[in-house]
């Protein structure tokens, strides 16, 4: 067998022989007894800095399917890096009894300086991580990046422990993208199975949505959320997008319409002017009835819409035209739902970049739960 058809599992901590061909025997060519042996007994292991290795442990001989082994040197020490050694055919031998263990325990006891802690060492026995391993070391496997906004990226993660919902560990390289974290930094992950069944490594960066009173204030989050959403309409963005508009205040654009007595005492109030309306800056008109704000509806072919703003300056030249007031959405819908003209929908900063939410999504707004802090 090879190594690349069976992986780390077959040579970790595993006693292999390799036959002894012109190359093998050059590169251990000073180990005792190397010329009168066919074969030669490794046992493997893992240097955090160079690799996989194959510790020489004894020169042997192989007739049919029987194995015969020299003693060990104590004092001589041949490594085979599994780099060199990659394309080499092996066989593992079936230690139960642990004979070769015993025979050769000095050699493998001066490996223990190789060891991981408890938790690195589970994760070499993890079969469904070999898939994403590094070749030659092993503790290093690939993981899928992905943060909303931001296309997946493959970096490479050092592992070095185990946490509550996955694996720990560090960065090796600078992602391309800005996942929020860098080369060096530690980070956990998870392991996942695709769509086509494939078992890779993953952590999503995104961080966890946070809502509160001040945070969604200014507009500025509602705006970020529905930009996210038309970079990459997934179902994600938009739960986004509709959680911090459950949680929102918005602004309406009104038409302000006066009762008909205190429109005739500000007509009047403009004759008694003379036609000089310049007059009449710096007076003060106080309404004797409440003046009726009616929310303004935008038409798109035969279809009309209720349109809300993330902020009054969302509303640019459109705006000016309008008294505006600043309503809670939970408040917005009712308006949306009862108005005369049958809206198709709510319109969301209509002129910038526009986030339409259809009708039938305004039960589903109004039962979800608040995420408020």
Not at 36 to 65: F, H, P, W
Not at 99 to 118: F, V
Not at 353 to 364: G, M, N, R, T
């Amino acid at each position: 067998m090879k190594y690349r058809e069976v992986g780390l599992r077959a040579l970790y901590k595993q006693f292999v022989v390799y036959m002894l061909n012109d190359r093998l025997k050059e590169i251990i060519s000073g180990y005792p007894n190397v010329q009168k042996g066919n074969c030669v007994l490794t046992y493997g292991y893992i240097d955090r800095q160079c690799g996989l290795t194959m510790e020489v442990i004894a020169i042997g001989n192989k007739s049919k399917d029987n194995f015969t082994f020299f003693d060990a040197s104590p004092e001589y020490r041949v490594l085979l890096r599994i780099g060199s050694i990659i394309d080499e055919e092996f066989d593992v031998l079936n230690n139960a009894d642990n004979c070769l263990s015993e025979r050769y325990h000095e050699k493998i006891e001066c490996l223990d300086i190789y060891s991981a802690s408890d938790a690195v060492e589970r994760t070499r026995t993890f079969a469904f991580l070999d898939k994403s391993r590094h070749e030659i070391f092993p503790d290093d496997v690939q993981v899928y990046f992905k943060k909303r906004g931001l296309g997946t990226e493959v970096c490479w993660v050092h592992i070095i422990g185990l946490a509550d919902s996955g694996i720990k560990g560090i960065l090796l390289n600078e992602p391309n993208q800005d996942f929020g974290c860098h080369n060096g930094d530690i980070i956990e992950f998870y392991v996942q199975k695709t769509a086509d069944n494939r078992v890779i490594c993953s952590v999503d960066m995104t961080p966890e949505l946070k809502l509160t009173a001040e945070a969604l204030k200014d507009g500025k989050m509602l705006k970020e959320a529905i930009s996210a959403f038309h970079k990459e309409r997934t179902e994600d963005n938009l739960l986004d997008v509709l959680m911090i508009l459950r949680e929102s205040y918005v602004w309406v654009p009104c038409n302000a319409v006066m009762s008909e007595t205190d429109a005739s005492a500000l007509n009047k109030l403009a004759e008694n002017a003379g036609g000089d309306l310049n007059s009449l800056i710096g007076k003060t008109f106080t309404n004797q009835e409440n003046v009726r704000l009616i929310p303004d509806i935008l038409q798109k072919g035969e279809e009309y819409f209720f349109p809300v703003f993330s902020s009054d300056y969302e509303m640019g030249e459109y705006g000016k035209s309008f008294s505006k007031i600043q309503m809670h959405m939970l408040e917005v819908i009712p308006l949306a739902r009862n108005n005369e003209k049958k809206v198709a929908g709510i319109a969301v900063n209509a002129f910038s970049e526009a986030f339409v939410i259809d009708k039938a999504l305004f039960a589903v707004l109004e039962k979800m739960e608040s995420c408020l802090e």
